[in-house]
Each structure stands twice: as structure tokens, then as C-alpha cells.
């Protein structure tokens, strides 16, 4: 166990729906990471929060958001999905810069 | 603008073999590297890191190599073994910020 819980494991939804996905941080970690993987695929970076703040924003779709709690948990939010975002979804945290903890990631299929 | 590559997508050994696994960077800022070992559906997880400061750090059968002057770094699995074939990633961070990963490359050891 990392530290970092990320749910669901699995989720399959329809095309045009709408799904949330949770993360919460290791203990005292205040920076959470949100990566897309596709077919084993690269990293893709989408966004990231520290403290409640966005930070910074990588290749995240205007479809996709999220959002840190004051408890610093974390959901990213997909909407209007299409076939092409089906992927594994991993948060990642981090005190600082200097090395991340992978969740075990969501896993979202879209029929 | 890819500051982080891994030019092999994959990589093939012979159990008990020397694994070397390649990254290069372009920017000079980074002062801190990364590998991460990824197996399918799971996180990654962090396997060793190196401060620019040094130009070597080994743990157990892992060694990272880094060459500021070349922007290069490396990593030697020796002897490899079967449960190291994963997904490799380097990442880089610049003073504590943001990991920039690169694209991975997908290492096979064969018994």
C-alpha cells in the first residue's frame, strides 16, 4: 500500500456520461498530481493541485476538471466521455517536488 | 517540447544479464532524477534517484549513472531478472517542482 488511494479500481460508463474519480493523498502530502495513461502509453500530465490551489495544468481536455478538498483529497472529473478517454487515470502525490507516490490508479473503460 | 526522452521504447535482455536503460534531458535546471518501475494496471513506483550533485547512487542491483555535461542518465539493473520486466520511467525535477517523466521504456527480461 502506497499511501495514495485512488477509487474506483474499475469503471466502465457510456459514451456522453459523466464520472468522478477520487484520490486521497499520503499523510501530509499537500500536492496532488493527475496522469492519463493510454495503452501503455506515456504519462500524460493533466493537472495539478497544492493545497487546495490549481497549480498547474498539462494536456487537460476543457471536458475534464478537478478539484482539491480542505481535507486535501482530490476528484477529477471527466464529462461528455468518448471512446478515446478510456484509460487508466493515476494521482500521485508529494510534500514536494522531490519524488511522488503513485496510487494503484482507476481504470475507466468507456463503451 | 519533450525536456525528458527515453529514445528506446523497449528493451530485451537475457535473465542474469546487465539491463541498461537511457534517458536525456535539455534542461540545465534539473538538479534531481528519478526512475520509476510501472507493472501493467499497477502505480508506478519509485525504484531510485540521484541528486546532481553525484554522478553515481547504487542500491542493491540498481545503479543510476548521471552525466550533467551530457544531459544524460542511466540505469543498470545487473544481473536482471525475470520480475524486472515493467515499464521503466526517468523523471527530473528542477529545485523541488513538478516531475517531468519521460516517455518510458518497456523492459522484457527473458529466463
Known amino acids: 500500500d502506497s499511501g495514495v488511494t485512488q477509487t474506483p479500481k474499475h469503471l466502465i460508463t457510456a459514451t456522453g456520461q459523466r464520472v468522478t474519480l477520487r484520490c486521497s493523498p499520503r499523510s501530509g502530502d499537500l500536492s496532488v498530481y493527475w496522469y492519463q495513461q493510454s495503452l501503455d502509453q506515456g504519462l500524460q500530465f493533466l493537472i495539478h493541485y497544492y493545497n487546495g490551489e490549481e497549480r498547474a495544468k498539462g494536456n487537460i481536455l476543457e471536458r475534464f476538471s478537478a478539484q482539491q478538498f480542505p481535507d486535501l483529497h482530490s476528484e477529477l472529473n471527466l464529462s461528455s466521455l468518448e471512446l478515446g478517454d478510456s484509460a487508466l487515470y493515476f494521482c500521485a502525490s508529494s510534500e514536494r517536488g522531490y519524488g511522488y507516490t503513485f496510487g494503484s490508479g482507476t481504470r475507466l473503460t468507456v463503451v | 517540447d519533450q525536456q525528458v526522452k527515453q529514445n528506446s521504447p523497449s528493451l530485451s535482455v537475457q535473465e542474469g544479464r546487465i539491463s541498461i536503460l537511457n534517458c536525456d534531458y535539455t534542461?540545465?535546471?534539473?538538479?534531481?532524477f528519478l526512475w520509476y518501475k510501472k507493472y501493467p494496471a499497477e502505480g508506478p513506483t519509485f525504484l531510485i534517484s540521484i541528486s546532481s550533485i553525484k554522478d553515481k547512487n547504487e542500491d542493491g542491483r540498481f545503479t543510476v549513472f548521471l552525466n550533467k555535461s551530457a544531459k544524460h542518465l542511466s540505469l543498470h539493473i545487473v544481473p536482471s531478472q525475470p520480475g524486472d520486466s515493467a515499464v521503466y520511467f526517468c523523471a527530473a525535477s528542477d529545485a523541488g517542482n513538478m516531475l517531468t517523466f519521460g516517455g518510458g521504456t518497456r523492459l522484457m527480461v527473458k529466463p
Open positions: 534542461n540545465s535546471m534539473f538538479d534531481y
